[in-house]
């Protein structure tokens, strides 16, 4: 009973466990560089999760318009398709999750130069001393 | 031509924001008139639009000619409209600004910062003008990844900040395209206006309910209401005076932006209100949100910070407004909007201008502030006053409409949380005055020849300038605000409010 409840939604399934993978990834671990990696993962979850909505089983296509442009051309029923906009969608969500990875990281570049570590605890620990001091 | 402006005013900073990096090695000097002359014809444009709506109702345009709800939508209705003018018009005073400002600050990364300025505007004029769910989550993240960019620029400790920022940033940026995805399988359409149609006949389903959290969850952390506000501080003390004079004005107001829309516009108000009744929880937390805010303000020692701390407690006001869901708390919520974007880019502007004369911010350090930099002060006092709601400023009228909206709510404790709240506002702006007004430096006992008489160093004219428009923009938004109601508000208060 519970197993066909989890069969017949694997996709989502998958899509949280991973999505809290990273979300443990960025709560828990004190490395900016592994908080990063968590947040790309939680991206990916995401991203997984409207590529799987798209998906028929049985016998589809994947072109909407039949035959050449022109004459010949004919839409064909939306049931005997895969709808592509999710997947269009997540063209879209892909670049801006690599463009916010490449930001973080060239953010992460900076911290690096200012205080020679990426360690979260290290780098508080440094600011506070630092701030005491006056520096 | 004229049909064409809600598509030039996203062409106009996205083009100029490209072209920049090949003007800026010719000639570094280049970037400043260039970014005031794009952000000033952007703001033509939105000032046009504003004037094409009022004058004839709400403008649908239909980009790359594709029918709404396949294609995408924008469409202007007042609300937007009113936005629009709102962030053109802090955008444009800030790029002012940021000529000597930049110059100081960011000597070397001036065509960066100008590209970045650029995109910024743009991503956050996509976002209030576009009518598709999914173009919003693009321009937002455009919007927050060119403010993430320019907020890791300002000082040593900032790109730790800001890293804070990008980690929640994305987070509540997730949340909503998940909610996005969970509308999407339901109703298999994107358009703000058809899912509006859509949406009524599914109220009862669960994967709704878990969309609309999901989007507010989003947007609560992109606009840092009370318990999801802990990156904001740090994030814009940290940052350059000109962006924090941008970023702190716009950006959580953009955010209320969208509240409204999910909770009015994308549902019917009956939902959030009756269905699933988050408004009272809503309301709460906006409570709480306005008075921690307050407090942490008035703990502060740094002036900049405590107006960081001030903007959480704004983004309370805004909700609060919202989350009474009547009428006259609607009015409240917009007119904090507009007076939130004009009081805070006076105050961080002059802030800033502070910061260029003395070298940090300390409220200690500010003596003799008033016959320093008269008007300074004077612009940062006229902010002081909206803030706190002292008539005729536009900080007076949105909070007696979030009265009037509390009492017609009945909620009493709020107005007791409401009239404490003023009395914090009071105690620490009147802290800053009181020690830029009357008092004096520490004597220096161990100095023989006599002080030198305190002159009068103004900052630069470009920066001086925006600072005393913003000003003046506070107090004609408050005299004004009765046509901004009858206008701009009353037209785009929700069926059944």
């Known amino acids: ?135 | 031509m004229t049909q064409h402006f809600p598509a030039l005013i996203i062409v106009i900073p996205l083009l100029a924001a490209i072209l920049t990096p090949l003007i800026g090695p010719l000639n570094r000097r280049l970037c400043y008139p260039w970014l005031v002359l794009s952000i000033g014809l952007t703001g033509c444009l939105a000032i046009a639009l504003m004037a094409q709506v009022i004058m004839s109702g709400p403008i649908s345009y239909n980009m790359g000619n594709w029918a709404p709800p396949w294609g995408i939508e924008y469409r202007i209705d007042q609300l937007n409209a009113l936005l629009m003018v709102l962030i053109t018009g802090a955008g444009f005073l800030g790029s002012i600004y940021s000529g000597p400002s930049f110059a100081k600050e960011l000597p070397d990364q001036l065509t960066t910062a100008t590209t970045l300025y650029l995109l910024m505007i743009c991503g956050l004029l996509g976002i209030v003008i576009t009518g598709d769910l999914f173009n919003i989550f693009v321009f937002l993240e455009i919007a927050s990844l060119s403010g993430y960019g320019l907020l890791a620029c300002g000082s040593p400790d900032a790109p730790l900040a800001t890293f804070r920022y990008i980690i929640m940033g994305t987070i509540g940026a997730s949340c909503y395209l998940l909610g996005v995805g969970y509308l999407y399988i339901s109703t298999g359409s994107l358009n703000l206006a058809d899912l509006h149609n859509l949406l009524p006949g599914l109220y009862h389903s669960r994967v709704i309910l878990t969309a609309g959290a999901l989007m507010l969850i989003g947007i609560s952390l992109k606009m840092a209401l009370f318990p999801l506000h802990a990156w904001l501080p740090e994030a814009y003390y940290e940052a350059p005076s000109a962006v924090s004079g941008v970023v702190a004005p716009l950006y959580t107001k953009v955010g209320g932006y969208l509240m409204i829309r999910i909770m009015y516009n994308l549902f019917e108000p009956r939902f959030f209100t009756e269905i699933v009744p988050l408004t009272s929880l809503l309301s709460w937390v906006a409570i709480i949100a306005l008075l921690i805010g307050s407090i942490y303000a008035i703990a502060q020692k740094d002036l900049k910070k405590m107006l960081c701390y001030s903007v959480i407690a704004q983004v309370g006001y805004i909700v609060l407004g919202i989350a009474l869901a009547n009428r006259a708390g609607f009015t409240s919520s917009i007119l904090t909007m507009i007076n939130e974007v004009c009081t805070k880019s006076c105050i961080f502007l002059a802030t800033g201008a502070i910061i260029y004369r003395i070298g940090n911010s300390r409220i200690d350090n500010l003596q003799h502030l008033f016959r320093r930099m008269p008007y300074t002060m004077l612009a940062f006092t006229i902010g002081a006053f909206s803030m706190i709601g002292v008539p005729p400023t536009c900080g007076f009228f949105s909070k007696l409409y979030l009265l009037f909206g509390c009492i017609a709510g009945g909620h009493w404790t709020f107005i007791a949380a409401l009239l404490i709240s003023t009395i914090l506002n009071v105690i620490y702006f009147f802290r800053v005055i009181k020690v830029a007004c009357f008092e004096d430096p520490k004597p220096d006992y161990g100095r023989t020849e006599a002080y030198p008489e305190i002159e009068v160093e103004e900052v630069p004219a470009a920066m001086l300038i925006p600072i005393l428009i913003a000003a003046s923009s506070i107090v004609i938004t408050g005299l004004g605000s009765h046509w901004i109601v009858a206008n701009l508000i009353n037209p785009m208060i929700p069926v059944g409010f």
């Open chain 1, 1 to 135: 009973m519970i197993l066909d409840f989890i069969i017949s939604k694997y996709n989502f399934w998958l899509y949280v466990i991973i999505m809290m993978i990273g979300l443990y990834a960025m709560l828990a671990k004190r490395n900016l560089v592994k908080k990063l990696i968590g947040m790309n993962i939680f991206q990916t979850a995401i991203i997984l999760f409207y590529v799987s909505i798209g998906v028929k089983k049985g016998n589809v296509n994947v072109p909407i318009i039949v035959g050449s442009h022109g004459h010949e051309s004919q839409i064909i029923h939306a049931a005997d398709y895969l709808n592509p906009l999710p997947h269009v969608l997540m063209l879209t969500a892909i670049v801006v999750s690599i463009a916010t990875t490449g930001v973080a990281l060239a953010v992460l570049i900076q911290i690096y130069r200012r205080y020679h570590t990426l360690d979260e605890d290290e780098i508080i620990q440094i600011k506070q001393s630092r701030q005491e001091t006056g520096v």
